[in-house]
């Protein structure tokens, strides 16, 4: 085994998988763009205290998975775990509160440390969509369209199952708070570790526990909906409705809740049953709260963020590359005469492949293997009467071109 390994929960995106990857972004991307949504790229480190309030010291994320160090210069860094947190960060600094609502596309690595298997790894890629600054259930329904519109796109819509519910305004989530403590402290000696901590600081949180124990005393949990206010009831008939007028199937799961803390009202999912245990392909709700935790004008939010390693499993392959006309110089005089015709070739928008060493069958094979289109033969013969052999590699066929109308015969091979 050769002795360097990439670490733990990484992985090497070999061109077949990265174009998997950049078919997922570019999709994704164009859709987006169809509903004004503009890609913004934020930094992949920022300092920790944009991620660690804002997301919770009690989720999973900040209590286990963040990647954090104190750098050089002794400041409190994080590989960013998410996009909102630094999403938000940015239109704070860049002063974008003025100019409301924002709505943005985003892609990249995200690192958590996590527990590596299928579909799960410390560093992972995601696509992130978020609409600033719309308090209105018609903005939900945008993003959730959004959503179903780029897994449609991506061919995996019919795979997933979209799955709602509510987390209802400030006022629900602490009337259910108090039903829930009084609950869950009824059953705490069969509540798992995490779980017991949660218990005062975050109950909400338990409901979303992967614990055995505790998912069987989920199950006899209160329900969210007796304690939603009315302003809370009516939003969530809103998006419902929209939802429906816009033919998006979806089902109610009241035991949905997002690991954020600053999340509120419409929470949401895609799940398939194809990827096996890491079944949620997509996620997002409303944040209405987070901007003011991050120390700015209360502002309202939602957004979602897929994965894209899971997205990449389940599409189907991607277009395959231009295949290449590929050059054979055999001889002196040849190899000059490659190099500068496979410059102007590429400059008139030809993919030219060229090898640097081998005779005429080794040349082939690797055209063979770059699955080329055509072989341009340049024997010192040939060159000699200002001809060359074109060899279409899929029928075999082959004919003298002069050197002066190849660009117009290698066309159709464009
Ligand atoms: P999970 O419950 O699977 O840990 P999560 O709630 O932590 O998910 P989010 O923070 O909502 O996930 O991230 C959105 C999406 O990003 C997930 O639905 C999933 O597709 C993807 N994702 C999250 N963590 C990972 C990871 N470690 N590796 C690969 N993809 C991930
Ligand atoms: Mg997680």
Not at 56 to 84: C, H, N, Q, W
Not at 124 to 137: C, M, N, R, S, T
Not at 321 to 336: D, F, K, N, Q, S
């Amino acid at each position: 085994m050769p002795a360097l390994q990439p670490v733990r929960g990484t992985q090497d995106l070999l061109p077949e998988a990265q174009r998997r990857h950049r078919a997922v972004i570019e999709t994704a991307r164009q859709i987006a763009e169809r509903y004004g949504y503009h890609e913004i790229a934020t930094p992949i480190f920022e300092f920790t205290e944009v991620f660690a309030r804002p997301i919770g010291e009690t989720s999973d994320i900040v209590s286990k998975e963040m990647y954090s160090f104190a750098d050089r210069g002794g400041e409190e860094i994080t590989l960013r775990p998410e996009y909102t947190a630094g999403i938000v960060r940015a239109i704070l600094s860049n002063g974008l509160t003025q100019s409301l609502p924002q709505k943005l596309f985003a892609s990249g690595p995200m690192f958590r440390y996590e527990r590596p298997q299928k579909g799960r790894f410390r560093q992972f890629h995601q696509i992130d969509v978020e609409l600033i600054g719309a308090a209105q259930p018609a903005g939900d329904v945008e993003i959730i369209a959004l959503a179903a519109d780029i897994l449609d796109a991506l061919g995996v819509l019919k795979r997933t199952a979209l799955e709602l519910n509510t987390l209802g305004d400030l006022a629900s989530r602490l009337a259910y708070r108090e039903a829930l403590i009084a609950y869950y402290t009824s059953r705490s000696d069969g509540l798992s570790e995490d779980s017991l901590k949660r218990l005062e600081r975050n109950p909400l949180r338990i409901l979303d526990s992967k614990d055995e124990g505790d998912k069987r005393i989920n199950a006899e949990a209160p329900a969210f909906e007796a304690y939603l206010t009315l302003e809370s009831r009516d939003f969530f008939a809103a998006v419902r409705s929209g939802l429906e007028t816009l033919g998006i199937s979806f089902r109610l799961n009241p035991r949905l809740v997002r690991g954020l803390d600053y999340y509120c009202h419409t929470a949401f999912e895609f799940v398939t049953t194809d990827l096996g245990a890491q079944g949620t392909v997509l996620g997002g709700g409303r944040y209405d709260g987070l901007m003011g935790v991050m120390g700015g004008p209360e502002t309202p939010g939602v957004g979602w963020a897929a994965g894209i390693e899971r997205l990449a499993l389940l599409i189907d392959e991607p277009a395959p590359p231009p295949r290449p006309i590929v050059l054979v110089p055999l001889g002196e005089a040849g190899e000059a005469l490659a190099l500068t015709l496979a410059h102007s070739l590429r400059r008139s928008g030809f993919t030219i492949d060229l090898g640097y060493s081998g005779n005429l069958r080794r040349r082939l094979q690797r055209a063979d293997k770059v699955k080329a289109r055509v072989a341009v033969i340049l024997g010192d013969n040939e060159i000699a009467r200002n001809v060359a052999a074109l060899r279409d590699l899929d029928t075999g066929e082959q004919s003298e071109v002069p050197l002066a109308a190849l660009e117009d015969r290698l066309a159709p091979f464009r």
